[in-house]
């Protein structure tokens, strides 16, 4: 079993920054891929940013690209999700998922375990 816990959502204007952090107990992070999705209300869960067991390997949803940062420190068990230049688009309840069995998890179904969740509204 893998535990996450998600944190750094808020409340931001448009053009602002946010750090999201999604920390794991239970296992050593380093044994999965990553991947931050997210929901809006009425909508269905969506890809973000994903990331490799190693880190050496990424992939963004377009909408994001350029944008936002995924990274991981396995030492600390630890994913991050760097988000600059936000929208009210971008506006949604944030996840993190990991998977065991893909090189990088970019869809809803290849995720294993997933945290909480945790709420990114911007205004405009």
């Known amino acids: 079993q893998v535990q996450l816990v998600e944190s750094g959502g808020g409340l931001v204007q448009a053009g602002g920054s946010l750090r999201l952090s999604c920390a794991a107990s239970?296992?050593?992070?380093?044994?999965?891929?990553m991947g931050w999705f997210r929901q809006a209300p009425g909508k269905e869960r969506e890809f973000v940013a994903a990331?490799?067991?190693?880190?050496?390997?990424?992939s963004y949803a377009d909408s994001v690209k350029d944008r936002f940062t995924i990274s991981r420190d396995n030492a600390k068990n630890t994913v991050y999700l760097q988000m600059n230049s936000l929208k009210p688009e971008d506006t949604a309840v944030y996840y993190c998922?990991?998977?065991?069995?893909?090189?990088?998890?970019?869809?809803?179904?290849?995720?294993?375990?997933w945290g909480q969740g945790t709420q990114v509204t911007v205004s405009s």
């Open positions: 998922a990991v998977s065991v069995g893909v090189l990088t998890v970019t869809t809803p179904r290849q995720a294993d375990y």
């Open positions: 239970g296992r050593t992070l380093s044994r999965y891929s």
């Open positions: 990331i490799s067991r190693s880190g050496g390997r990424t």
